[in-house]
T-cell receptor, first 121, second 112 residues
């Protein structure tokens, strides 16, 4: 069964350092999402891509966070510099979208990767 | 904007039935999802409702009332492995790109 791949699974870093996360969505999924999930809370959307274009990055702290999906396939999320409050699980998800012939009749559900757990010391 | 409310935690007994409620206030609506998330793992899709009524899938059922902004997830014949967080999520209209907005999650503990 196709899966969303993420790496690294775990990352420990010191504050002020740079950190990067990688995501490879399910083949054929045009839409890719990065969510942040703080322990005990629900996932919060950081950025959404449609192919290589950003659809929504309104909740992305752009002074320190950046995200790209240059060829419309895999994606990288970067934090520089990391702060203590960035400690969280970073989840990548992908989905088909309405109007996509491959997804006709699909629910548009999001498929999540295993996540990257970040600890900032 | 969107506001989604669900209880923080619930406890139930193995073999019993539990209902997890979710209420939402939205400026637009294009479907409601339930996800299950075990500790330290990714959320996995459980159910989807876009029209009013009950959707049943094995031991899990989900109900939606759009006029009341209300949904529930019903879990029957509870098993220990059902101990997890259950996330209610609303999808805004398609012109906002298909994203899901999640509630805080309900931590369900199933006891013997």
């Amino acid at each position: 069964e196709a899966e969303v791949a993420q790496s690294p699974r775990y990352k420990i870093t010191e504050k002020s350092q740079a950190v990067a996360f990688w995501c490879d969505p399910i083949s054929g999924h045009a839409t890719l999402y990065w969510y942040r999930q703080i322990l005990g809370q629900g996932p919060e959307l950081l950025v959404q891509f449609q192919d290589e274009s950003v659809v929504d990055d309104s909740q992305l702290p752009k002074d320190r966070f950046s995200a790209e999906r240059l060829k419309g396939v895999d994606s990288t999320l970067k934090i520089q510099p990391a702060e203590l409050g960035d400690s969280a699980m970073y989840l990548c998800a992908s989905s088909l979208v309405e109007g996509d012939s491959r997804g006709r009749g699909n629910t548009g559900e999001l498929f999540f990767g295993e996540g990257s757990r970040l600890t900032v010391l | 904007g969107q506001n989604i409310d669900q209880p923080t935690e619930m406890t139930a007994t193995e073999g019993a039935i539990v209902q997890i409620n979710c209420t939402y206030q939205t400026s637009g609506f294009n479907g409601l999802f339930w996800y299950q998330q075990h500790a330290g793992e990714a959320p996995t899709f459980l159910s989807y409702n876009v029209l009013d009524g009950l959707e049943e899938k094995g031991r899990f059922s989900s109900f939606l009332s759009r006029s009341k902004g209300y949904s529930y997830l019903l879990l029957k014949e509870l098993q220990m492995k059902d101990s997890a967080s259950y996330l209610c999520a609303v999808r805004p209209p398609w012109n906002q790109g298909g994203k899901l907005i999640f509630g805080q999650g309900t931590e369900l503990s199933v006891k013997p």
